[in-house]
């Protein structure tokens, strides 16, 4: 009996001493990597605590955080004067406009892919796996010169359509993939009851895919948000037309020693997207995953 | 994405003829249309417009192209600012490919622990530098990293680290390096995600089951973690590396290219050869600007390929080698 309990102890012991490490390991790996993680976000705390200081102050006091006295009067003068207000409407246009386009085009093409049969599937399928190892950013000059022939150049149109037009291999294989696995039933009752192809997409199957259309969504709305070099070519002829990113570049010469109205206008135009991906967050990295997955 | 695996109905009877099965599918091929054009018009057209237009001497939208053969291609390889842009290009990828994959694996590796609690946290803080704007970013860099006031250089002043300033930028020696640095930071968040959802197809059981043979960390990561990634290496590293060439918005607003082209990278020159000279003296030359292009995107294409197949190449000696180890173990 004894020899036992001593053994039980033992285990006990044991046991505990491995719950010991994991914790001790926990507390390392945390102390570790605070101070990596917060000089990684830096960038952001400084620009908005800029933002909120006036410009003698971030020459004068430097590298402190916090704010003597905050202000939001650069807010007002980024979103008024700078014209951040025109360039923030038109970048929400364009995101809206090429959220829309994508999830309608990947969601039916993804749906066909998955769940049907066809000639040329093979075809279409060989198509859009090429494309994911074109390099891009060199096609501009053609779709600059296509925009123009199409009589979109200088429209917001234009940079909507363009942005639509990158193939969206991943869009296209996460709805593939998520609409393939669904059971046949659901369909098969609906035709019973007389519903065609678009019935049955729409109003059926569409629906059911919400977590990957949400992916999309918020991936295309990042892209688009962020997206410099369609924009910065396609609005050259129209000024009033520029995204955030492009409206920042071409005032930064303008304004290059108002660090706090630059920190503000950066702000305006940060802020925002980085919350949308906080709240959303969890659809973002499955998206990014799925690439690799795939 | 070398397997692309997307599960299929059922085959149907092959009994009716090609054309009544193209008719039977109408609606699928309506379906495809809109995705289709705008893939071929925005993705696949400009590739072989680019080649067009390369074969013409042509200065500005407006004006006449004039038909001039493959006079560009042989200006263009002679040209030393093509050759400094397409150098910097692959210096850039072959200094921030190698850092960025392997501080993100470190990283995943060690957000994997399950002990971690505030693992999510820390995964997010390194991912957000991906999700905001890249021209902005680089511009609010512009201010940080700056000489005069920045406060990185105001921070390793006080500390007695640096005796002068650093001027990340606008030292032709330091310029693509200092790019190179904010990229790194910036991207790094994208493999992070890649390695992490490599690392979480590992069961957890194999880990466990190596602590009681009595395997430390170094046994795990030589003998697990690293042969089981191997398949999921490859295409992070073809995706990473295709990514990296993408620098356009980074590089125009932290340099511009300069000082003195020293940071020039292929997209900055091909911006600059056809839109950029708007604004100056010269002429722009869009024929000349998508021969640079064409030569470019060759080489991205040729590369892609030859990793791939090196890839595949390395992955059956390897199924040689293990499936002559297992004959060997039997007899």
Not at chain 2, 53 to 59: D, H, K, P, T
Not at chain 2, 123 to 146: E, L, N, Q, Y
Not at chain 2, 177 to 195: A, D
């Amino acid at each position: 009996m004894a020899v036992k309990a001593k053994r039980l102890s033992n285990e006990e012991h044991q046991r505990r001493l491995a719950i010991r490490a994991t914790r001790l390991r926990e507390i390392v790996t945390t102390i570790i990597l605070t101070p990596l993680a917060l000089i990684w976000v830096y960038p952001f705390l400084w620009m908005v605590s800029a933002a909120m200081k006036t410009n003698n102050e971030i020459f004068r006091a430097g590298t402190n955080l916090l704010p003597n006295e905050p202000t939001f009067e650069n807010f007002q003068r980024a979103w008024v004067q700078a014209n951040m207000s025109q360039y923030f409407l038109n970048t929400v246009a364009i995101a809206a406009g090429s959220v829309f386009i994508v999830v309608a085009t990947t969601s039916m093409m993804g749906y066909v892919l998955g769940r049907y049969r066809f000639p040329g599937r093979r075809i279409v399928i060989g198509i859009f796996v090429a494309t994911v190892f074109l390099p891009k950013g060199y096609t501009i000059i053609p779709i600059f010169e296509l925009i123009g022939n199409l009589g979109l150049d200088g429209t917001l149109f234009g940079v909507i359509l363009a942005q639509s037009g990158g193939a969206h291999v991943i869009f296209i294989l996460l709805f593939a993939g998520y609409f393939g696995q669904m059971p046949k039933e659901l369909e098969e009752a609906a035709i019973v009851d007389g519903a065609g192809f678009l019935r049955v997409f729409f109003q059926i199957l569409l629906p059911l895919a919400k977590p990957v259309m949400a992916t999309v969504v918020i991936m295309q709305l990042i892209a688009s948000w962020n997206d410099f070099l369609l924009p910065l070519v396609l609005t050259l002829p129209r000024p009033e037309l520029r995204t955030l990113s492009v409206g920042m570049f071409a005032f930064r010469g303008e304004y290059f020693t108002d660090w706090s109205g630059m920190a503000a206008a950066a702000t305006i135009a940060i802020v925002p997207i980085i919350i949308v991906f906080l709240a959303m967050q969890r659809y973002f990295i499955e998206g990014i995953a799925g690439a690799v997955k795939s | 994405m070398t397997t692309i695996q997307i599960p299929l109905p059922k085959p149907i009877q092959h009994t009716r003829s090609l054309r009544q099965r193209i008719a039977d599918n109408r609606w699928v091929y309506l379906f495809m249309l809109p995705s289709l054009v705008l893939t071929l018009m925005f993705t696949l057209y400009p590739i072989f417009a680019s080649f067009y237009y390369s074969l013409f001497q042509w200065s500005g939208f407006t004006s006449a192209p004039h038909y001039i053969g493959t006079l560009n291609f042989s200006e263009v390889i002679v040209d030393n600012q093509f050759y400094n842009a397409f150098k910097n290009s692959f210096i850039f990828m072959f200094c921030s490919v190698p850092i960025k994959l392997s501080l993100a694996l470190v990283i995943a590796i060690v957000l994997n622990d399950r002990a971690l609690r505030l693992a999510p946290i820390f995964r997010t803080m390194f991912f957000v530098p991906v999700v905001t704007t890249t021209a902005i970013v680089g511009i609010v860099m512009t201010f940080i990293m700056s000489p005069f006031n920045g406060p990185i250089n105001m921070i390793m002043l006080d500390l007695g680290v640096l005796a002068r300033p650093i001027d990340f930028f606008g030292d032709p020696k330091l310029a693509l390096y200092s790019v190179v640095g904010v990229e790194i930071w910036k991207w790094l968040g994208i493999p992070m995600i890649y390695w992490l959802a490599a690392l979480q197809t590992i069961p957890a059981s194999l880990y466990e089951a190596a602590e009681v043979d009595g395997a430390n960390w170094r046994h795990k990561f030589t003998y697990i973690t690293v042969p089981l990634l191997k398949p999921f290496a490859v295409i992070i590293v073809l995706i990473t590396a295709v990514g990296t060439l993408n620098v356009f918005a980074l590089a125009m607003t932290l340099t511009g290219g300069g000082p003195y082209f020293a940071s020039e990278v292929m997209e900055v020159y091909i911006y600059r050869t056809a839109f950029g000279a708007a604004n100056s003296l010269t002429l722009p030359r869009i024929g000349y600007a998508c021969a640079a292009a064409v030569y470019f995107g060759l080489s991205v294409m040729v590369m892609a390929t030859l990793q791939l197949f090196g890839a595949r190449w390395a992955n059956k000696e390897r199924a040689g080698l293990a499936a002559a180890e297992t004959t060997a173990g039997g007899a």
